[in-house]
């Protein structure tokens, strides 16, 4: 039975970068133009649960974002890979909003999709990691959600995740429509072909406005926000490392034993 | 609507007993509620919550809600959402403090999103302004680059809390406090994502949250056998655990349960041993409450040598044994 399925990915700044390129400037996160934006690691992990799915059941995958400037070939790699459909919330009243004013506005996208089986989320967004939006979504649909899943089968209508616990694992069963919140485990997102990225070079993004699902300017992003950001800041830290040297590798290790009785480590 | 009040704090057990985090949160509980001038709470929920009541007393609570049935035994968020969702109706407390678990991580936002009210998770610091009585919620973010402050004039302000950021008040039985029995019923009809089975996937040895010291491979490791030789035979020695960073998890090469950083396992011990782990924030993030931190890394620009305090700077593979061995005869001598 083919599943329909939606995908929720955000557009973040690199979370590889080394941390000495991020900078906080009047109460913003600012980074160089050679960082560049990507699909969060978490929602790849959703796309590849997607897409494994895809493989074996057949059916249809809607990548869908909320943001604002996309950067058309990062986040076209929905598509690249496997995506069928790319809907782009874009506009500048979704910039800055808290995890209630982006699920809230996600969750209309939804309802406005109308017809789903999964939706599939990221544990946490590779910027704010605050890890709210997925059940936040769920819980304003009124659909079921499993959270942490590294594994997923549908069959007849529902879906067996296995659920990551501190000392193993569940498994869980849960009616569809249901919400899935996706962690690492999954197995990295595939790489796109050739043919993959050519149809993603060729079909264009959806774009809706906030009216589009409903709502004015003044109920999403920045405005539409519940928590308020006081501050933004970089507590300092102090680099103090003994660097232990040797003649050698090994011979550094050594004296590096040596050190640690010294100072009493042992 | 009569005035939100007092400060409830969602337990935990942990094999029948108080786990850690919950004596944590009351630490934390017990001095905001002392500048409020108001009440402590500690709700407990499980298939029968025993003594734990009686410490989480002991551990600073004014109050403790004990919710005893067997829909409880495990968490399971339809049920708990049931117990949570109807004590919080009932004693409309000002903030509700939860966990950054496994169960916190899956229960405050869907509790924040169903009260219709705000939520910051995985705070480091929290203290009340004096002023507006909002609890100042203080949090990492963009993978432990930067922090960032939060408040919310929504009530009841719900945060949860870093396991190991807050300290527990001393262990104190002539604490007074009161145990109120509490009687919830949970519709099992209720629970919509059915727990089939539960599967312990626990490494063998010292388990990594206990462990004194900690020895912890990253990608450059390159796979899974140095972790069973190289890292294992340090660690042994040490009487300690391995860990790991996230690619190797990813990898397969260490089952996840040893994963340590943001969206892994948070661990402090005495001494932890980073052997080619580059120290993304991510990684640090789950680690840097460590005493003492030492570092093993080809790269002298990694970022796990701004966060240690001695280093090495060499291909593990030949610092590692010099190492071990050096270390097996001053242990020995």
């Known amino acids: 039975m083919p599943v329909n399925m939606i995908v929720c990915c955000k557009q973040v700044p690199d979370p590889e970068a080394p941390p000495a390129v991020f900078k906080v400037v009047n109460n913003q996160m600012t980074l160089p133009p050679d960082v560049k934006p990507v699909i969060g690691q978490y929602e790849e992990f959703a796309l590849e649960a997607a897409l494994k799915i895809k493989d074996t059941a057949g059916g249809k995958i809607t990548a869908l974002s909320l943001g604002n400037n996309f950067v058309r070939d990062v986040i076209k790699k929905a598509l690249a890979v496997g995506g069928d459909e790319l809907i782009l919330m874009e506009d500048e009243a979704f910039e800055g909003g808290d995890s209630w004013s982006t699920a809230n506005a996600l969750a209309m996208a939804i309802k406005k999709i109308g017809e789903y089986d999964i939706i599939f989320c990221g544990r946490q967004s590779s910027d704010w990691d605050a890890g709210q939006v997925g059940l936040g979504i769920a819980e304003i649909l009124g659909i079921p959600a499993v959270t942490l899943a590294r594994k997923v089968e549908v069959t007849d209508g529902k879906a067996k995740v296995e659920r990551v616990i501190p000392d193993g694992y569940q498994v869980v069963e849960v009616t569809l429509p249901a919400l899935i919140i996706v962690t690492s485990g999954i197995g990295a997102l595939r790489y796109p072909n050739l043919k993959g990225i050519m149809a993603a070079g060729k079909k264009q993004p959806i774009i809706w406005k906030p009216a589009d699902i409903g709502l004015e300017p003044s109920q999403v992003g920045a405005a539409g926000r519940r928590s308020k950001l006081d501050k933004l800041f970089q507590p300092v830290k102090e680099a103090k490392c003994e660097i232990i040297e040797g003649e050698t590798p090994a011979e550094a290790g050594a004296n590096l034993a040596v050190r640690l009785k010294e100072a009493k480590l042992l | 609507m009569a005035e939100n009040k007092g400060i409830l704090v969602c337990g935990e057990l942990a094999n029948g007993k108080l786990a850690s985090i919950t004596t944590e949160l009351l630490g934390c509980g017990r001095k905001l509620a002392d500048d409020l001038k108001e009440d402590l709470s500690c709700l407990l929920t499980s298939d029968s919550v025993g003594g734990a009541s009686k410490e989480a007393i002991a551990f600073g609570a004014d109050k403790v809600y004990a919710v005893e049935h067997p829909a409880l035994k495990e968490y399971q968020a339809d049920s708990y959402m049931q117990a949570v969702e109807k004590l919080v109706?009932?004693?409309?407390p000002r903030a509700i403090l939860i966990g950054q678990t496994s169960m916190g991580r899956d229960l405050a936002p869907r509790l924040a999103f169903k009260l219709g009210t705000s939520l910051t998770t995985d705070c480091l610091d929290l203290s009340i302004d004096p002023a507006t009585k909002l609890l100042i919620q203080t949090?990492?973010?963009?993978?432990?680059?930067?922090?960032?402050?939060?408040?919310?004039?929504?009530?009841?302000?719900?945060?949860?809390?870093?396991?190991?950021?807050?300290?527990?008040?001393?262990?104190?039985?002539?604490?007074?406090?009161?145990?109120?029995?509490?009687?919830?019923?949970?519709?099992?009809s209720k629970v919509r994502a059915k727990i089939l089975e539960t599967v312990k996937e626990e490494a063998v040895g010292i388990k990594l949250e206990d462990a004194p010291v900690i020895v912890c491979g990253g990608r450059g490791i390159g796979g899974s056998e140095p972790f069973q030789t190289t890292l294992k035979e340090l660690a042994d020695l040490l009487h300690g655990a391995v860990g790991a960073s996230r690619p190797p998890a990813d990898n397969g090469w260490v089952p996840e349960a040893v994963h340590i950083g943001l969206t892994g396992k948070i661990v402090a011990p005495d001494i932890y041993i980073a052997i080619a782990v580059s120290g993304a924030s991510q990684h640090t993030a789950g680690c840097s409450g460590s005493k003492h931190i030492i570092a093993i890394n080809k790269d002298p620009e990694a970022n796990i040598f701004r966060e240690a305090e001695f280093g090495v700077v060499g291909k593990y593979e030949e610092v590692v044994p010099a190492f071990t061995n050096k270390l097996k005869e001053l242990l020995a001598g």
């Open chain 2, 139 to 188: 949090r990492p973010v963009y993978g432990g680059n930067a922090q960032a402050v939060f408040t919310s004039e929504l009530v009841p302000q719900v945060v949860t809390v870093r396991t190991k950021a807050m300290s527990p008040l001393g262990h104190d039985d002539s604490r007074k406090g009161e145990v109120v029995p509490t009687k919830i019923d949970i519709d099992t």
């Open chain 2, 89 to 92: 109706n009932e004693i409309s």
